[in-house]
Structures are given as C-alpha cells and as structure tokens.
C-alpha cells in the first residue's frame, strides 16, 4: 500500500477546536486527557489512539473521516509515514468512494494496526455506505483503548466472535465473549474490549456510523 497524503491530523484538530472559541484546557477536561496531550497531537508529536480520536471528534461535532479526508487537503498537507496508526486511518479514510470486493483476497487487504495490541483488517466496502466490515485481532493484553477507559461513537456494532476470548464492558455492565458469541449494541453506549487471554482473539465485525 502506497502512503496516502493527507492533511496533519493535529491540524485539523486545532483548527476545528478553535473554530468553536474552545480553549486547549476546555478539549482537554471534556475529553478526559491532560491538556500537554491535546497540545501534542496538535502539533504532531504524539499519535493520538483510536479512542482519544473518537472522544476528540465527538467533543468538537467533527467525524474521524474528516480528519484524514485527502480531498479536504491544505496547502500544508504531509505524507504520515507507511506502518503508523495514521497512515493506517488515512488509507482507510482517504477515498470514501472506493470500492473493496466484490471479491477482497487474503493478503491484499487494508490493515490497520492500533497502539493498544489490536488489529483492524478491512474485509470490503460498497461506495455510499458508512459501514465498516472488519476481521479484528486483539493480541493477548491487547484493549480498544489504550488508556484503558471506556469509549463511545455514533452508530451500531455488531461483532461475531471466531477465537479466543474478549471482556465487553458495556456501560455498567461486564460480558464474557466465547468463540460462537455475538454481539451487538449502539456504539454511543460507553464500551471497551479487551483480551485477558494468552491467545489472539479474532473476529467479524459490522460496524456502521449512522446509526441505522
């Protein structure tokens, strides 16, 4: 996969938090992160994880697409290098028109790989729709948060469980995820996954942004 150019993600943070006349400190007590953290991913000397990206973007009314969108590129636009969790969310992001199948071979899918031991890899994708359809590996310690807390986005998730085992916490609520369980709930619901396990645990997930 050739890097894809994209914007600095820190940025566009930047750019949309100051838009809507909020301070560093303000992003940072709504998102639940030190205000040296915010102030890194914005002038990009930290990646931020998966999670401080939805808790950021959910905080400043933006999208994660938005952010990595190379059709939205400044004058200031940079290449993230190949291997890092950006370059991976702007591949998957860069062209939302793209078509994935009808056929996606093993070997010659997008791979995103996060900070926190998980890894996406993406299974297909229909030009018009705001679904992601992923086969997900969660390395053993491996977690959906980095920090360790609960994350929340738009939309529904649905996910298939084919090895190994997963924890769910759901809001208040804590599941035990065997090979052959499914589930299935609103992402705004507060939830994180995580692998307590010694062993890599795999499975399908059906995840789509608008709700439906």
Not at 14 to 25: F, I, K, P, T, V
Request: glycine share 14%.
């Amino acid at each position: 996969m050739s890097p894809a150019v994209v914007p600095p993600v820190g940025a566009r943070i930047r750019q949309a938090r100051l838009e809507r006349g909020m301070s560093l400190r303000a992003l940072a007590r709504e998102v639940g992160v030190s205000a040296s953290l915010v102030s890194q991913i914005e002038t990009g000397k930290s990646q931020p994880s998966v999670s401080t990206l939805y808790a950021i973007t959910t905080v400043l009314g933006i999208s994660v697409e938005s952010l990595f969108d190379a059709r939205a590129s400044s004058p200031m636009a940079g290449v993230h290098p190949p291997g890092t969790v950006l370059h991976a969310l702007a591949a998957f992001a860069a062209d939302p028109e793209r078509r994935i199948g009808p056929l996606a071979g093993a070997g010659e899918r997008e791979t995103l790989e996060l900070d926190s031991g998980v890894v996406w890899e993406r299974l297909g994708r229909v030009p018009g729709g705001d679904v992601d359809f992923l086969l997900v590996t969660y390395r053993p310690g491996g977690s959906s948060s980095g920090s360790g807390g609960l994350m929340r986005h738009a939309g529904t998730e649905y996910g298939y469980l084919t090895s190994g085992e997963l924890i769910l916490t759901l809001g208040f609520d804590e599941y035990t995820v065997r090979p052959g369980d499914a589930v299935s709930f609103e992402s705004t619901t507060p939830h994180r996954y995580r692998n307590d396990g010694e062993v890599p645990a795999v499975g399908v997930w059906f995840v789509s942004g608008d709700g439906q």
